[in-house]
């Protein structure tokens, strides 16, 4: 029976990736620019997890007095790894933009031991190392004056930022609901971003509804509320390698739709960044068992 219980939740995870994968290709779908597309798509998610959560009768209590700073600090790091996420994407493609947020696996394998008190794994020293030969092999060249390596720092910045996010939600999930953390994230995160349409104007959305709606219900809502439940029963180094599936569905999502067939070289240091979640996969799960 725990083995048939471990399956599903192993499916539903991969599932939950799969969900995940759309931000790469909706993303860079989304004609506006990045601060108002985030906005839009927290109003939006915000509404359709109220709108769940009533239906299912979870509660939306939370106590402020003990969990108030780590929400708060929680939605500001989601929103900043939205934000850098989604300029990796404009300034790039969906390919290096998925490939370059998802080395966080590996920044998740040095945080978690120092944030966590985990144990460190010397072995994560070389697979950092695989993963930045994988990301040389993902730049054409090395130069602030390029799109493609400007996005690259974007997406690493974020990875960073979403690694830092799910370390501080680990120790809330036991608590709350997935829906209700996800509820005040976007939240916090549509009140930092209402001041951009100081400087945007609000109608950019009225060529966008329909892929915007399908980025705040598919993904954030549904997406992110299962990844963060998803918490509660794996570690989140293990999580995050799973994650590494994300690329591979956002890279196959983008070729369908958007028509962009990634570079050989592309392929080459995308192979070298999932190759370090497999080794880490592997090496988890062999360490699992040791434990049981």
């Not at 399956?7 to 004609?31: A, D, E, H, K, P």
């Not at 054409?140 to 996010?165: M, Q």
Request: charged content about 10%; aromatic content about 14%; hydrophobic content about 50%.
């Amino acid at each position: 029976m725990k083995d048939k219980t471990h399956i599903q939740n192993l499916f539903i995870l991969n599932i939950t990736m799969l969900i995940m994968s759309t931000s790469g290709v909706l993303g860079r779908y989304i004609n506006m620019p990045p601060p108002a597309t985030i906005w839009w798509r927290c109003v939006f998610g915000a509404l359709f997890l109220y709108l769940f959560c009533r239906w299912k009768k979870n509660s939306l209590k939370v106590n402020l007095a003990h969990d108030g700073w780590a929400l708060l600090i929680g939605g500001i790091l989601l929103g900043a790894h939205w934000i850098t996420y989604f300029y990796a994407l404009k300034l790039s493609n969906v390919a290096i933009g998925m490939l370059s947020l998802f080395t966080y696996p590996v920044f998740t394998a040095f945080l978690e031991p120092l944030l966590l008190k985990t144990k460190f794994q010397p072995a994560h020293i070389l697979l950092a190392f695989l993963v930045l030969i994988g990301i040389y092999f993902l730049a054409p060249e090395f130069s602030l004056g390029n799109d493609t390596t400007l996005g690259i720092i974007c997406g690493l910045v974020s990875s960073i930022f979403y690694t830092l996010r799910n370390l501080l939600l680990k120790k809330k999930v036991s608590r709350y609901a997935g829906t209700t953390l996800m509820f005040y994230q976007v939240i916090i995160v549509a009140c930092l971003f209402w001041p951009v349409f100081f400087f945007n104007d609000i109608r950019t959305i009225s060529g966008a509804w329909m892929p915007t709606i399908a980025l705040a219900l598919i993904t954030t809502a549904i997406g992110h509320t299962l990844f963060v439940t998803n918490l509660k029963k794996f570690s989140v180094t293990t999580v995050s390698i799973i994650s590494g599936t994300q690329p591979i569905y956002g890279i196959l999502l983008g070729l369908l739709f958007l028509k962009e067939v990634p570079q050989s070289s592309t392929l080459i240091g995308g192979a070298l960044i999932l190759t370090t979640v497999i080794i880490e996969s592997a090496r988890t799960k062999s360490a699992q068992k040791k434990e049981e």
